[in-house]
């Protein structure tokens, strides 16, 4: 574009979409969650129990899942031609991802065969949007009274959020080399 060199085209895109426009729409959703009381550890008189993460625990994840999923669709984004087929393509891997998760929660067979263990929950934390979920699950983030209070992670949260520096780290390195 214009003299431009692509890294600095890239970075200004990463730093755009994913940083600023990443920071604020996470802090959005977690001030909201805070406020409405979407989940038992947030807002006023939910957070009873130490033991699980608060307000910044969940803007942390929701910022380095944002980071890592804005690195995926630059590297979605490197293996197509038009940009209509690699948003499609895109979407189609976070629906995957709601898929693939759900699977894993409401089927026992598959769960014990693919999802059983820390290990397994890391190595599914390469893929973006599952370890966005797994991380729901794993600081405790569920909703009061619904479903998904049953479920839990094995792997802590931490893991978590070392596995989405590290899909934004690959998914970079993937996206710069394609």
Known sequence: ??????????????LADGVVMGFFLSLLITVLSSIMGLYHNLGAGYNDDDSYPDFFG????????????TTMAFAISACFDT?????????????AGVVVFALFLFTPSIKRALFDGASQELLWCLFPPTALQVGLLAGGFTMEGGL???????????????????????????????
Not at 1 to 14: C, D, K, N, T, V
């Open 1 to 14: 574009m214009m003299g431009m060199r692509e890294a600095s085209y890239w970075s200004s895109y990463f």
């Open 58 to 69: 969940l803007f942390l994840l929701l910022f380095l899942s944002t980071l890592a999923m």
């Open 83 to 95: 940009p209509q087929t690699a948003a499609m393509c895109a979407f189609a891997c976070m629906i």
């Open 148 to 178: 998904f209070a049953y479920f839990t992670a094995d792997v802590k949260l931490s893991s978590v959020y070392l596995m989405l520096l590290l899909d934004a780290a690959v998914l970079s390195f993937l996206s710069w080399y394609l």
